[in-house]
């Protein structure tokens, strides 16, 4: 490699360590490498838009905006406290309506956002039926994890994964909702295990759990029926998007214009709300960054060396990816390694005359599962991490590295199953 391609893989390891040591904030740190690429000329200014993934910044946008709307009439909350009063108050019961709600919301919703919208209730019913809040929030961020897995927009890498290598929304949901579905049955098994005895629930604290009147969340019931027709025609759009020559993030840019044309609330205060912008700026910002390291050869010289350390049957070097993927997402933002692992991906199928497809859902399996291990590894982990601190509710990192790596190698081990399982005679 040149000085250039090495200033490149510099600044692209220094923006990640600023991340996971917290010396930066992950938009902040992101901004800044990339501007300091484009800068010093490590990346052509000519290039920098085409480096940006405009579908998945306008997924994003678009989801985010609907979401906000939908969360906005009380409905994730009745959902939430209507399930759980139907388990009676049983801990591990409780866990598992979590853990369900969660990882189907998170499927059709992005992680960060199911986060966000289920933390507070999870909180507030593990306070009144006086449980632990940890096991119920570690269950949660993990299942968000899981079931975001399964399809197109339930976690990012998987935008980013989808949009590079023309994906659909079909594609993603029949290529790993499966070994998502058992990844999920045999990781909830762990925890019920795991935390039988911190979910035992108070008696008196559950009788009053039927005190609570879930109707009563449900603040714009005419909001919530139009938000919940918007959400249909966006899993219609999803799924036959590529038939009609559009991209999801056209599906989710247009629901999102319609949802604020149907209801009342002022626009321009929902998309400054409702937008996490700093997210955008993080997503931008590092495509520019990736798109440094795929300018100066940076990414076909990891593609080459990988290639040449997985050399053998095409499905070592399947498993080599999701190991690799897994493995490193526990320590460095699985967004981060997604956006520059992918071209490594195509650039290693390239090399080796295969099909990159199974490595493309290796990759996906292994950055969305690998996430799990630590608050590093996903932008929900973080989230959930910081919400926790601001209610006084301690999640040390090493409590969730304890039980997130556990985690990590069960979803791999269960997705290397099912990778030989389906190529191991195919290639």
Avoid at 104 to 127: G, H, K, Q, R, W
Avoid at 159 to 175: E, K, L, P, R, T
Wanted: net charge neutral.
């Amino acid at each position: 490699m040149d000085t250039k391609a090495w200033i490149a893989l510099a600044l692209f390891v220094l923006t990640i360590l600023s991340i996971a040591r917290g010396w930066l904030k992950t938009s902040t740190a992101t901004l800044l490498g990339a501007s300091t690429m484009m800068l010093f000329r490590i990346v052509s200014g000519s290039e920098v838009s085409s480096y940006i993934d405009s579908n998945t910044v306008g997924l994003l946008v678009g989801m985010m905006v609907v979401v906000g709307i939908l969360s906005k009439t009380g409905l994730f909350q009745y959902i939430a406290v209507k399930a759980i009063k139907i388990t009676g108050g049983n801990g591990v019961l409780i866990l598992l309506s979590v853990s369900i709600i969660t990882a189907i919301l998170s499927a059709f919703l992005d992680n960060v956002t199911t986060v966000l919208l289920v933390s507070p209730v999870v909180v507030s019913l593990a306070d009144l039926i006086k449980v632990n809040p940890v096991p119920l929030l570690l269950c949660e961020v993990i299942a968000s994890n899981i079931g975001g897995t399964a399809t197109l927009i339930g976690d990012p890498p998987n935008m980013i994964i989808g949009s590079y290598a023309g994906f659909s929304f079909n594609d993603f949901i029949v290529h790993l909702s499966p070994v998502v579905a058992v990844v999920w049955v045999v990781v909830m098994i762990f925890f019920c295990f795991l935390y039988r005895k911190d979910l035992v629930a108070d008696k008196e604290a559950t009788e009053r759990l039927k005190e609570v009147n879930e109707s009563r969340l449900i603040k714009d019931k005419g909001l919530m029926i139009r938000s919940c027709a918007v959400m249909v025609l966006v899993l219609v759009g999803f799924i036959f998007h590529h038939h009609l020559g559009i991209t999801a993030s056209v599906v989710a840019l247009f629901a999102a214009g319609l949802l604020l044309a149907l209801s009342s609330l002022d626009d321009g205060e929902v998309i400054h709300q409702e937008v996490e912008w700093p997210t955008i700026v993080y997503f931008v910002s590092l495509f520019v960054l990736v798109g440094g390291l795929q300018e100066n050869g940076v990414i076909v010289y990891m593609a080459q060396g990988l290639s040449g350390f997985l050399s053998g049957s095409p499905m070592v070097m399947i498993l080599g990816v999701l190991w690799i993927s897994g493995l490193s997402c526990i320590f460095v933002n699985n967004v981060a390694f997604a956006a520059m692992f992918v071209h490594v991906v195509s650039e290693m199928a390239r090399t080796a005359g295969m099909p990159p497809e199974p490595l493309y859902w290796a990759l996906a399996m292994g950055s969305c599962l690998g996430g799990n291990g630590s608050y590093l590894g996903s932008a929900a982990n973080a989230v959930l991490a910081d919400f926790a601190t601001r209610g006084g509710i301690n999640i040390s990192f090493g409590t969730f590295l304890a039980v997130g790596v556990k985690v990590v190698f069960i979803s791999l081990t269960i997705s290397s199953i099912f990778l030989i399982g389906i190529y191991g005679t195919a290639l």
